[in-house]
Each structure stands twice: as C-alpha cells, then as structure tokens.
C-alpha cells in the first residue's frame, strides 16, 4: 500500500530550504553592504529582504482568498509585492526585518499545517499564467525566495 505525503509536508521543506538559501547569502553582505544600493534603480540587499517579508504577506492573504472564494482571480503579486516595498519606504533595521521575515513565514506553516488534503486542489486563475491549483500557488513561495537569493548572489559578484 503507497502512502500519499502530506501536501503541507511536502512544501514545508521547500519553503524552509529556500528561506535558508536566501539568508545565507544575506549573510554574505556586511553591516554597511546591506544598506548599499547596487545601482540607483535597484534595491539593496535590505530592501530585498524587505520585499520578501512583505510579499509573504501578501501570498498568505492570496491564499486563505483561495480557500474562501470559489476560483479567485488571484492578485498581479509580481505588480503589488515590488509595489508595496516601494511605498514602505526604507526599512528600520535588519532586526526588524528579520523578525518580520520570521514571523511572517511562521504564519504561513501555520495556516498551511491546518489545512485538509483536499483544499491544496482548490482552484484559482492567474492573470498570466491561467487555471491553477492552490499548491502551485503555494508553490510560487520557495521559487520567490530563490529568484531573489540569486539576485543577491549577482550584486555580491559586482561588490
């Protein structure tokens, strides 16, 4: 007899891997490289860390709408999470944004470890990429966190 891992098990470890991925390049950058802006359109590494705290925010209120509306359109993320960490402003420190990262990401395995197997089949639509499922939504997190490592990875190469 196969066993069927659970959903939330499954994504756990993607999100905690990517996560660790992400905060070991941070790590990389010295107090005054966070703050360092590697060209005069980009953000520092900061804001970068910054914009994933925020756009957890925002994949988790996505993803209860999914489990509360029958086929969402779900929200342009890519438009509103950069849009978003604009309008912040500049974070207060690296503390506080750490903090806001952790607690952020604490609130999504939370949400995620209550949910039955079924409600990862949920439907929802993209504006670009169309009919989706909630995993695949779900599993859009740990790919953000790696797009954004390898930026990292880009702007220490240039340092």
Same mark, same amino acid.
């Given at each position: 007899?196969?066993?069927?891992?659970?959903?939330?098990?499954?994504?756990?470890?993607?999100?905690?891997?990517?996560?660790?991925?992400?905060?070991?390049?941070?790590?990389?950058?010295?107090?005054?490289?966070?703050?360092?802006?590697?060209?005069?359109?980009?953000?520092?590494?900061?804001?970068?860390?910054?914009?994933?705290?925020?756009?957890?925010?925002?994949? +988790?209120?996505? =993803?209860?709408?999914?489990?509360? &509306?029958?086929?969402?359109?779900? %929200? @342009? $993320?890519?438009? !509103?999470?950069?849009?978003?960490?604009?309008?912040?402003?500049?974070?207060?420190?690296?503390?506080?944004? +750490?903090?806001? =990262?952790?607690?952020?990401?604490? &609130?999504?395995?939370?949400?995620? %470890? @209550? $949910?039955?197997? !079924?409600?990862?089949?949920?439907?929802?639509?993209?504006?670009?990429?169309?009919?989706?499922?909630?995993?695949?939504?779900?599993?859009?997190?740990?790919?953000?966190?790696?797009?954004?490592?390898?930026?990292?990875?880009?702007?220490?190469?240039?340092?």
């Amino acid at each position: 007899m196969t066993t069927i891992e659970n959903p939330y098990e499954k994504v756990r470890r993607k999100l905690v891997a990517s996560r660790i991925e992400f905060m070991g390049r941070l790590a990389k950058f010295g107090k005054d490289e966070l703050k360092t802006r590697p060209a005069e359109d980009e953000w520092s590494p900061l804001e970068i860390a910054n914009h994933l705290y925020i756009t957890d925010g925002l994949a +988790l209120q996505e =993803m209860q709408r999914v489990q509360n &509306e029958d086929n969402p359109v779900m %929200s @342009a $993320l890519e438009e !509103e999470g950069p849009r978003l960490t604009r309008a912040s402003g500049p974070p207060a420190s690296l503390d506080a944004v +750490l903090a806001g =990262m952790a607690a952020r990401r604490e &609130e999504i395995f939370e949400y995620l %470890s @209550a $949910l039955p197997v !079924e409600a990862w089949e949920r439907p929802l639509r993209h504006h670009a990429w169309g009919q989706l499922k909630f995993y695949q939504l779900v599993n859009v997190v740990p790919q953000h966190d790696l797009l954004h490592a390898q930026q990292l990875e880009k702007i220490r190469e240039q340092a």
